[in-house]
């Protein structure tokens, strides 16, 4: 279809191009002006200097006020945290928390109440305690042996021995239902030396033939013939009197020097105390432990064949704290077996 055009069309498609551009110019030249004008009114009105001090203040505060806030949640998460590991790193897995005051008396179990002989069971020996030493030595070739038996008291059956080592001595105390010890055997000798002869054992020496012959002192038999009593007259020592035995005070005496003492509940409830005496050159070391079944069990070892009379031999001790514990703590020592 041919298009018609309408006359005046061209011009006033024209016209309005040019009121458009017009417009254009007038509003640029409006903007310029306008422009022109408040810079001359900035430059002449005085600035509100207080006004934009005060706020650029308020403002600084806010910012520090909430970096604070930031800074002290993280500072709190961080210490947090670090505390849950110093607590974790530092918690020993066979160390239960330490009790103020000292110690606790386990709970002993059921098996501790018993005052006979299990069924098929006979109580052990102070050649059997020596054997059972001589298998838990980390090194060393024991050049001698002596052993003592209990009192004969079913109640309470108890033996021990010692081997020396090159001039130094390792002894061990196996005592069963300890709990039921006398108040009057809790006593600071008892404790550091295991109360041999207190307990009335007979202390023999091997012989060539490897059999352990009695001390027939009249001290000795003195003490068996008392062990024998039925025992109803003595008071058995209470929780509180085994817990006083159990500390560092309790191993305190005149004619010697403690040190490195340190008595400590185990994870298991059981009791243990460690500690070291000197008497000039003479070292011996302890490591004390009592069991939930009522079993106590001593380990020493001294830096001489005697550790009572000398003279020194070495200039420590064969076996560390740390040995004498572990031993200590193994699972072969039984009252009965």
């Known amino acids: 279809m041919k298009r018609v055009e309408r006359p005046g069309h061209h011009r006033a498609e024209g016209d309005v191009r040019n009121q458009v551009d017009q417009l254009s110019g007038e509003e640029t030249e409006f903007e310029r002006r306008l422009g022109a004008l408040l810079d001359g009114y900035a430059e002449d009105a005085p600035a509100p200097t207080d006004t ?3 706020g650029g203040l308020a403002r600084g505060r806010r910012m520090r006020a909430r970096r604070r806030a930031l800074w002290g949640a993280g500072t709190v998460a961080c210490a947090s945290a670090l505390a849950a590991v110093v607590v974790v790193s530092w918690g020993a897995p066979n160390r239960a928390p330490a009790q103020a005051g000292g110690v606790t008396i386990p709970e002993f179990a059921p098996a501790a109440a018993a005052t006979g002989a299990p069924p098929g069971k006979t109580a052990l020996t ?4 020596v054997a059972e030493l001589r298998d838990l030595l980390p090194e060393g070739e024991a ?5 003592w ?8 059956p108890a033996a021990g021995g010692r081997l020396l080592l090159d001039g130094a001595e390792v002894t061990v105390d196996v005592q069963g239902n300890f709990q039921l010890t006398g108040a009057d055997g809790l006593t600071k000798d008892a404790a550091r030396k295991a109360a041999r002869s207190a307990d009335g054992r007979q202390d023999g020496r091997q012989d060539k033939s490897g059999k352990a012959a009695p001390d027939k002192s009249a001290a000795a038999q003195r003490a068996k013939e ?3 009593s039925d025992g109803k007259n003595i008071r058995p020592a209470t929780r509180s009197e085994l817990r006083t035995f159990y500390s560092c005070a309790a191993r305190t005496a005149s004619d010697a020097t403690l040190s490195g003492c340190a008595a400590r509940n185990l994870t298991d409830g059981s009791v243990l105390i460690t500690y070291q005496e000197s008497h000039g050159d003479l070292v011996e070391r302890t490591a ?5 079944d009522g079993t106590r ?7 001489a064949a005697d550790a009572k009379k000398g003279p020194a031999s070495t200039a420590t001790p064969p076996l560390t704290a740390e040995q004498l ?5 193994s699972k072969t020592w039984q009252p009965w077996v």
């Open 325 to 329: 514990t572990g031993m200590a703590r």
């Open 126 to 129: 102070g050649k059997e305690a």
């Open 288 to 292: 004390d432990l009592l069991r939930k």
């Open 143 to 147: 050049t001698g042996a002596r052993w």
């Open 149 to 156: 038996d209990g009192n004969d008291d079913e109640a309470r």
């Open 226 to 228: 008392e062990s024998k």
């Open 297 to 303: 069990v001593v380990l020493t070892a001294a830096n």
């Open 52 to 54: 934009l001090v005060a």
